[in-house]
């Protein structure tokens, strides 16, 4: 009897949490731009005053800000998460760095002419973000990790921000693009800048260059790549991970059966918020 009301307590305590996203805004003099972002707020947090960890999740090319909440459920899975006590209780931050036209938008997360969003993202975001949601806002209790586009940026942000995240996780991550090359007519579309900052932001290139030093500060990051073994970006992932190897630097990879698509890193998030939450501090 004792053992049933004990599942029956703990099915209530699952069934009943529920965070809830907010949207806000920051209005960038990096960027010159109003710049939109989803906040996933745990459950009780406006009834307590506890300072909490925080993971940035972001988002890939041509999508936004809402895409997790639309079309990776992430709230529901965060809930289930929590409640089920797997995550820990935390703030999720999700920016805005695309949008559909790549032609007509900006999309990424790395500086390039005209868009220093990598300045923006650490100089204006983090501290503005952090502290209006009660974050306790040191390496220890920060982490990153995104899909495609997001997985790339969020591997670039911990190879040269390694004193910033106490994890990454990367889901399916673009890492490498070849030069870009401008139209026919010499025009050059935001796109064109995507991939050339890309290219020159590459986590391989980085990672042939980095000595002694740098790959010691790697190793103070908790690092996790996730593929499917149909995505065409599975064999940049794969050199990226023999890279890592080979400089001693600790990373779990996962190769599972999928493409490159929402099922994909739905599954992800599942795995990758409990990975967060076991490399917070205690």
């Not at 760095?97 to 032609?103: C, I, L």
């Not at 990051?221 to 065409?232: A, E, P, R």
Request: aromatic share 12%.
């Amino acid at each position: 009897m004792k053992k049933v009301l004990f599942l029956l307590s703990l099915l209530v305590s699952t069934s009943t949490w529920a965070g809830r996203i907010v949207t806000d805004s920051i209005q960038s003099s990096v960027l010159g731009a109003t710049v939109k972002y989803n906040v996933y707020l745990p459950s009780g947090f406006e009834q307590s005053q506890d300072l909490l960890p925080v993971v940035y999740l972001l988002h890939g090319l041509t999508d936004t800000y809402t895409a997790w909440e639309q079309k990776g459920g992430m709230k529901d899975i965060t809930d289930e998460l929590i409640g089920s006590g797997e995550a820990c209780p935390m703030v999720i931050i999700m920016p805005n760095a695309g949008g559909p036209d790549v032609n007509n938008i900006w999309n990424g997360y790395f500086n390039m002419p005209g868009w220093s969003y990598e300045d923006f993202f650490f100089n204006e975001l983090m501290p503005t973000a952090e502290k209006k949601y009660r974050c306790i806002g040191d390496k220890e209790h920060r982490a990153v990790m995104g899909l495609s586009m997001g997985g790339g940026g969020s591997i670039g942000y911990s190879q040269r921000h390694p004193d910033k995240f106490s994890s990454c996780y990367a889901m399916s991550p673009w890492l490498n693009s070849g030069s870009a090359q401008p139209g026919p007519n010499g025009e050059k579309t935001k796109m064109f800048y995507t991939m050339e900052a890309v290219h020159e932001h590459s986590a391989l290139t980085f990672m042939d260059n980095a000595d002694d030093a740098t790959k010691e500060q790697l190793r103070t990051v908790k690092w996790f790549l996730d593929c499917g073994d149909d995505d065409g970006l599975l064999n940049d992932t794969f050199e990226f991970y023999k890279k890592m190897w080979q400089a001693r630097v600790k990373t779990e990879f996962r190769v599972r059966n999928g493409v490159h698509n929402w099922e994909y890193w739905r599954a992800s998030l599942r795995q990758s918020l409990p990975f967060a939450s076991r490399n917070f501090a205690k």
